[in-house]
């Protein structure tokens, strides 16, 4: 089993950056895939970016393409998310997840953490 915690999220004006974190504890982070997802109020769950467990595979929602880049540092179990450029529309809370296996489906992942707020004002 694997505990997750994000941290990072904040206010931020339309065209800045953030940097989320995800920090994982317990069995091997190198096992796992690593997702990052987002949920505003009134919509579903959406995915928003995954890394496999060798960092060799990416994926990005289209969304996300050409503005956020995920990354990952085993030494220290860690997952980044980070956002540049964001809109209103990025406004949400964000969860990591994670599983053995590289999906962009949140079905596909086990374990989540407990989200962070990011918010994007004009």
């Known amino acids: 089993q694997v505990h997750l915690v994000e941290s990072g999220g904040g206010l931020v004006q339309t065209g800045g950056s953030l940097s989320l974190s995800c920090a994982a504890s317990?069995?091997?982070?190198?096992?796992?895939?690593v997702g990052w997802f987002r949920q505003s109020p009134g919509k579903e769950r959406e995915f928003v970016a995954t890394i496999s467990r060798d960092s060799i595979l990416t994926d990005y929602a289209a969304s996300a393409k050409g503005r956020f880049t995920i990354s990952r540092d085993d030494a220290q179990n860690t997952a980044y998310l980070q956002m540049n450029d964001l809109k209103l529309e990025d406004t949400a809370v964000y969860f990591c997840a994670a599983d053995g296996y590289y999906g962009t489906s949140d079905s596909a992942y086990t374990y989540w953490g407990q989200g962070t707020q990011v918010t994007v004002s004009s």
């Open positions: 317990g069995r091997a982070f190198t096992k796992y895939a």
